[in-house]
């Protein structure tokens, strides 16, 4: 991790998602221990055949590895954004490499949640509908973050309940820093440009109160310092044009903007991103192995031969 803030390179921090990997080993090591069936066919007359075994450890570990590629992918676009420091770049250049690292931010955490829901179904009962079932197409495409912010609410006590995930993405600072990147690559994959400007690195002959705005002067060209994101991506070109007749935003200063909360930084988000990814693995991480310690515990009691447990035989 670790963002060097004196000399904000934000560019060079690097990701630690190790504990999705070592969930992921564990998960393979032990997976014999959850069994998940389903009938053949939807065939009336099914129960002539014998049930099928759900391969849900390769959904699962499909979900870790997309994770884990997404990351590599934000590594590599905070690579192509320190290269253009120094190499003027084409805007629709700078655009793409912004795009693809909101999309590589917000993809990692969506691969992690299709990998909590093939765990999760596959421990859950089969009457349970928290999770989507693997073998049903429409099913999957219900699958996303949501399903793991909210505090889960099931009569089913032996429901997979992903507790440490949840309360991690239900922490104020969490929330925002998800809610605003499911915002930017809404509008990078279906609407248009994101970035509206970058700023100057301040050279060190000027003036510098300390503060992070005093670093930039707005909208100058090479090399950006940081990049400046709006706050309501989504706001409507008529809304822009009542706030702009209102004398807003236009005539005020980018420190003045950002204060009053209009726009943020890249670095900032990077900075959220980096806290949120890093302890979202950890929490992944213990979530698995509690998943795994419950299924072996009761894998055990139904593997008791009758009687066993009261003999003292196990
Ligand atoms: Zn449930």
Known sequence: MAINSSTNEWWRMKLDISPVTRAEEIA???????????PRNENPDASAVSNMQVDWISEFCAGVLGCRARI?????????????RGV???????EYHHAALFFAMDSALECLAYAM?????????????CYSAL?????????????????KNCSNSSCPTFAAIRACWQLPANQKCIDRLTEQHDVT???RAAMSGHGQQQSSSTEDDGSFISGLTAMAYNPPADYILHTNIKTLPVEKAQASALGKPSGRTLQEQHLNGEVYFLSELMADYNVLIEETARRFESDIEKLLANA?????????????????LN
């Open 28 to 38: 393979r090591r032990r997976c014999n221990t959850i069994i998940k069936l389903v």
């Open 72 to 84: 590599f992918g934000v590594q590599h676009e905070l690579e192509e954004l320190l290269h253009a």
């Open 88 to 94: 003027p770049l084409d805007s629709a250049d700078l």
């Open 117 to 129: 829901n093939a765990i999760g179904w596959a421990c859950a009962a089969s009457d349970c509908k």
């Open 135 to 151: 073998h049903d197409e429409k099913a999957l495409r219900n699958i996303n973050l949501s399903n793991f912010r909210k505090t």
């Open 189 to 191: 994959k279906h609407r």
């Open 296 to 312: 072996e515990h009761s894998k055990s009691q139904t593997d008791q031969p009758d009687g066993a447990e009261a003999n003292g």
